[in-house]
C-alpha cells in the first residue's frame, strides 16, 4: 500500500511518463502535472475542451469522542476509538497520490487526533489493513482539530477563499474542464453526516451546496463516494440527475454501514489493536482501487465489486446495500478520470468474479462505542473483542478502571435517555399503539427523508432544548424527528410533549449541552 510510494515513484518516473504521454493521445484526461509540464502534451493531445485538472476532497467526519475529552481531560479516553475514518481517509490520500494528483489538488480534512493518539500502538503510523503499511505519511494537514468544520467544508467544495476560518486555505479552484472526487468517511444518521465539531451537515445543505458549485460552470462531473450510518437518506430524492453528479453511497436509506478488520474478525487487526482499522465500503473500493489498473476500470466495474463485497457476497449478514444516485451514465467512465492510475499497475487487468475477501464478522459502526467501554472496563463476555492490553493490565479498583467503569455507565446513560425520550415524544404524540410505528416509518424509495428540512432543523432543537444532545449516537433518531414533521405536527406541539417527555436534562457528558446543538 500507499507509504512506500516515495520509493516506487523514483522507480516508474521513466515509465509514468511514457504512460502520460502515450495517455494523452488515447485519453483525453490528463494529469494535473500536465498542465505545468506540457504544452507540448496539450498540442499532442488535440482538443481544447478535452483538458482538465482532478480535484480530490478527503474528508473524515469523525474525531474520538471529541466533546467528552474536552471536557474531561484527565480521564481515559476513548479517542482512538474511531480511528476507522480517518484510516480511510489517509489511505484515499495514498490512491490519488499514486495516481498521479498532486497535493495542491487533494484537500484533506481530518481531525488528526490519531496518528499520535496514546491509545495508538503505533505512534505516528495509521494502517489500513491488518497487514497494511503506513497511510498516514504524507498526508496533508489541510483542515485539522476544529477546521474540519460544515463551513470550511463548503467553501472548499465551492472555491470561495473569503468564506474560510483557518486551514491551510486549499480549495477546490476548479474550472468547467475539471473533474472531482469527493470521499466522505464518517458516522451519520438519516439526513445527516457528522463532523468532529458542531453543527452536524444536513442532507439538504450539502446538496445544495452540489447544485451551486454546478451553476458556478466550475466543474465537468464529479464523483462523490460516502461512507455512513443511512448514507443513502443523503441523496435519495435531493441529487438531481441532471448536473453532472454520480454518487455512491455505504448503505442504503435506513440501515447502519459496516466497521471492518475489527478485533474478532476472521481477518483481524494485530493484537495490540482493540479498534476496527477500516469500514467495509470504503476498503472495499479502495483495496481494488489499490491493484487494478484504473485506466481500464470503469465506475461502474468498481460500484459492483464494492456492492457484492459489502454486501458479504449478497447475504448482507453484517454488510450493507452500496446504492448509487444521480447520473448513472456517468459511471461507464473509467476510474482513471477521477483517481489517475498509478503506473505500477498499468499491466492488472480487471477481473469481474470478486476475488476479494469477503468478512462476515463485522461490527455495527454505531454499537462499536459499546463494545470498546464493555472491554475497558475487563468485562469478558465478549472474548478476543476490543481488548486493550494497557485496559485489561490496569489493576481492579484503580482509578483507570473506575473511570472506565464510569464511562461506560455515563456511554449507557445516555443511549437510554435518548431513546426512551424519543419514543416517549412519539407515544405522546401519536398514541402508544401507533407511536412506535409512525416514528420507524420509512418513506418509498425515490423519496427524500423529509419534505421540509427546516422544519426537521426546528424539530431536532426543541427535541435538544428540553432533552439534551442527540450526539452521535442520537443521529438514529432523525427519522423519527423527520417523521414528526412528515406527519404535519407543529413546533409547538413538539416543543410541549419534549417538556413533558423531559423534564430535565441528564448531566452526562453525552447529553450536556455544553457544545450547544448537534444539529
Ligand atoms: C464567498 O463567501 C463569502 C463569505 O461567506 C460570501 O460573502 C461570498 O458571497 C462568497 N462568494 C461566492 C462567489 O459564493
Ligand atoms: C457468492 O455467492 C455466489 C452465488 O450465491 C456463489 O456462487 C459464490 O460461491 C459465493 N462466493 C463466495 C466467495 O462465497
Ligand atoms: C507491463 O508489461 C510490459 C510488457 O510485458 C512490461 O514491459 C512492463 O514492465 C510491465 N509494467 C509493469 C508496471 O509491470
Known amino acids: 500500500m500507499g507509504c512506500s510510494a516515495a520509493g516506487a515513484a523514483l522507480l516508474t518516473v521513466a515509465f509514468l511518463l511514457s504512460i502520460m504521454l502515450s495517455d494523452a493521445i488515447r485519453n483525453p484526461i490528463r494529469l494535473p502535472s500536465d498542465r505545468n509540464e506540457g504544452l507540448r502534451v496539450e498540442s499532442g493531445g488535440g482538443g481544447g475542451d478535452t483538458v482538465g485538472t482532478r480535484w480530490a476532497v478527503l474528508i473524515a467526519g469523525s474525531s ?62 495509521i494502517i489500513n489493513h491488518p497487514k497494511g503499511g503506513d497511510v498516514y505519511s504524507g498526508v496533508p494537514k489541510d483542515y485539522v482539530g476544529e477546521d474540519v468544520n460544515v463551513n470550511n467544508f463548503f467553501a472548499v467544495l465551492l472555491g470561495n477563499k473569503t468564506a474560510l476560518n483557518g486551514g491551510s486555505g486549499k480549495v477546490v479552484d476548479s474550472g468547467p474542464d475539471d473533474h472531482i472526487f469527493v470521499f466522505y468517511s464518517d458516522h451519520g444518521g438519516p439526513g445527516i453526516l457528522g463532523m468532529p465539531t458542531y453543527p452536524y451537515l ?36 435531493l441529487l438531481p440527475e441532471d448536473i453532472n453528479i454520480y454518487a455512491t453511497t455505504a448503505s442504503n436509506a435506513y440501515e447502519s454501514s459496516w466497521g471492518t478488520y475489527c478485533p474478532g474478525d476472521r481477518s483481524r487487526p494485530p493484537p495490540e489493536f482493540y479498534t476496527c482499522l477500516g469500514d467495509l465500503y470504503s476498503v472495499s473500493w479502495m483495496e481494488d482501487s489499490d491493484i487494478h489498473n484504473l485506466q481500464t476500470e470503469t465506475l461502474k466495474q468498481q460500484y459492483r465489486l464494492v456492492k457484492t463485497r459489502t454486501s458479504v457476497n449478497e447475504t448482507y449478514k453484517s454488510g450493507s446495500h452500496v446504492m448509487q444516485f444521480g447520473d448513472l451514465e456517468l459511471n461507464v467512465e473509467n476510474l482513471f478520470v477521477y483517481l489517475g492510475s498509478n503506473p505500477a499497475n498499468a499491466n492488472a487487468t480487471f477481473i469481474e468474479d470478486n476475488s476479494l475477501y469477503f468478512h462476515n464478522d463485522a461490527v455495527n459502526q ?71 410505528e409512525m416514528l420507524k416509518m420509512v418513506r418509498p424509495s425515490g423519496q427524500a427523508l423529509v419534505d421540509d428540512w427546516s422544519c426537521l432543523r426546528l ?41 413533558q417527555a423531559c423534564n430535565s436534562i441528564p448531566t452526562n457528558p453525552w447529553s450536556s449541552l455544553h457544545r450547544g446543538f448537534s444539529a
Open 366 to 436: 454505531r454499537d462499536a462505542d459499546l463494545v470498546y467501554f464493555w472491554h475497558k472496563v475487563g468485562a469478558s463476555r465478549l472474548p478476543d473483542l476490543m481488548v486493550n492490553a494497557e485496559y485489561e493490565r490496569a489493576p481492579l479498583g484503580s482509578s483507570q478502571k473506575l473511570g472506565a467503569h464510569k464511562e461506560l455507565l455515563d456511554v449507557m446513560a445516555h443511549r437510554l435517555h435518548v431513546d426512551a425520550s424519543v419514543e416517549l415524544i412519539g407515544n405522546l404524540l401519536f398514541g402508544s399503539e401507533r407511536g412506535s
Open 459 to 499: 424539530m431536532v432543537r426543541t427535541f435538544e432544548m428540553h432533552c439534551g444532545s442527540l450526539s452521535q449516537y442520537g443521529m438514529k433518531h432523525m427519522r423519527s424527528l423527520a417523521n414528526i414533521c412528515n406527519a404535519g405536527i407543529s413546533v409547538e406541539g413538539m416543543a410541549k410533549v419534549s417538556a
Open 64 to 125: 474520538g469522542f471529541y466533546n467528552y475529552r474536552h471536557q474531561f481531560d484527565d480521564m481515559l479516553l476513548p479517542s482512538f476509538l474511531f480511528a476507522s475514518t480517518q484510516a480511510d481517509i489517509c489511505h484515499a490520500y495514498q490512491i490519488m497520490k499514486n495516481g498521479g494528483l498532486k497535493d495542491e489538488n487533494i484537500i484533506v480534512f481530518m481531525y488528526d487526533d490519531i496518528a499520535h493518539n496514546k491509545d495508538n500502538p503505533r505512534p505516528g503510523v
Open 202 to 237: 444536513y442532507s439538504d445543505e450539502l446538496v445544495d451546496v452540489l447544485k451551486k458549485k454546478h451553476a458556478l460552470g466550475s466543474y465537468k462531473s464529479l464523483v462523490f463516494y460516502l461512507e455512513a450510518c443511512e448514507s443513502g437518506s443523503i441523496f435519495e430524492g
